[in-house]
């Protein structure tokens, strides 16, 4: 069984700030903690990480992360490439105070999730898209990662079939779960074998939603119209997490 927790900042008043809900076993005993999400293009330091508290090493044996830009360890880099429009992600001066080149994290280092990686003594979470040196079935066996830098909550054909344009990426929340269940079978024989993968894993639900807000607020639709979105992301993601 597992809980959401939604984390803000309340030492950054002047932020807007983005709600992030994480998938955390409650037999973990996990204690609340706070640090800020800003839903930005530009490189950013995460280092209020330190006020998440973990698991202790050794309680999982792999992470399954779905979410957005805040979680992406390369998905839409790989993606980007593919179809032959780079994202500023794949270029400096992202990655430069850690990995010391670019990786596709829109971070100048390591995110939240590399963090829970390392309390938890496990590699960094591979992209389900590949990363620069490309990935197989065998590399998700320690963690997968679905989270793509702009994906909404909702799909993108809800935000069609109101008027809002087709410019959303296809990498919803929905298609990133969908996503996860097609490689499920690779990752584990039989019904008991998931079921005691899945008891293993930590899964981190999130960050997501905030581009929901985001790609409407940007393209000129009035308040009340986004605020009509809220109760609709939020039902998304618990039903995400219900699943």
Do not use: W
């Not at 597992?2 to 803000?8: E, I, Y």
């Not at 499920?184 to 019904?191: A, G, I, R």
């Not at 981190?204 to 308040?223: Q, T």
């Not at 809220?230 to 995400?240: M, N, R, S, Y």
């Amino acid at each position: 069984m597992a809980m959401a927790v939604p984390f803000t900042n309340p030492t950054a008043p002047s932020a807007r700030l983005i709600p992030s809900l994480f998938s955390l076993p409650l037999s973990s005993g996990v204690v609340h903690g706070v640090f800020p999400l800003p839903e930005t293009t530009a490189p950013r330091r995460l280092a209020s990480a330190r006020h998440l508290v973990l698991p202790a090493p050794g309680c999982h044996d792999s992470i399954v992360s779905f979410g957005d830009s805040l979680a992406d360890t390369g998905n839409l880099l790989h993606l980007s490439r593919s179809d032959g429009h780079p994202t500023e992600a794949g270029f400096p001066p992202y990655g430069e105070t850690y990995f010391r080149r670019p990786t596709g994290r829109f971070s100048d280092g390591r995110l939240v999730i590399d963090f829970v990686a390392e309390r938890l003594g496990l590699p960094y979470v591979a992209p389900f898209y590949g990363d620069d040196g490309g990935r197989s079935v065998a590399d998700f066996g320690k963690g997968v990662n679905f989270a793509v830098a702009g994906a909404t909550a909702l799909d993108a054909g809800f935000f069609e079939g109101r008027g809002m344009g087709n410019s959303f990426p296809n990498e919803s929340l929905g298609v990133q779960l969908g996503l996860f269940k097609g490689l499920l079978p690779s990752l584990c024989n039989t019904s008991s074998d998931c079921n005691e993968f899945l008891g293993k894993s930590l899964v981190l639900m999130g960050e997501i939603g905030g581009n929901d807000y985001n790609y409407p607020f940007f393209m000129g639709s009035d308040l009340e119209e986004i605020q009509e979105l809220v109760p609709l992301v939020l039902e998304e993601i618990v039903l995400a997490i219900n699943v």
